[in-house]
């Protein structure tokens, strides 16, 4: 049984910074391709980064430079480092996970997700 369970998030400042974990279970992570989505009430889910199992990154134009995506396979996570917040990166955000392609930046392509942590950047 695969389980994603996502810790992190919280309020911050504009201009601060989070780190958002995504802890899996289930089949071998490090062949999992990862990735982290956000959603906002009445927008569909929105692509915001995503990582290979060979870690290869991508990321949404609007959160370039300053998000970074990375995974311990180790410890079987991938995290999302967000900096320099602004009020429009308030959101819902989920990681997920496939293991049927090497690397994946929509919502379909993705089989598993986590439980959703909210995001909320305000003064």
């Known amino acids: 049984q695969v389980q994603l369970v996502q810790s992190g998030g919280g309020l911050v400042q504009p201009g601060g910074s989070l780190r958002l974990s995504c802890a899996v279970s289930g089949p071998p992570f490090s062949t999992a391709a990862m990735g982290w989505f956000r959603q906002v009430p009445g927008k569909e889910r929105a692509f915001v980064a995503a990582i290979s199992w060979g870690g290869t990154s991508y990321y949404a134009d609007s959160v370039k430079a300053r998000f970074t995506i990375s995974r311990d396979n180790a410890k079987n996570t991938v995290y999302l480092e967000m900096n320099s917040l602004k009020p429009e990166d308030t959101a819902v955000y989920y990681c997920?996970?496939?293991?049927?392609?090497?690397?994946?930046?929509?919502?379909?392509?993705?089989?598993?997700w986590g439980q959703g942590t909210q995001v909320t950047v305000s003064s």
């Open positions: 997920a996970a496939t293991w049927k392609r090497s690397i994946a930046t929509m919502n379909h392509e993705y089989d598993y």
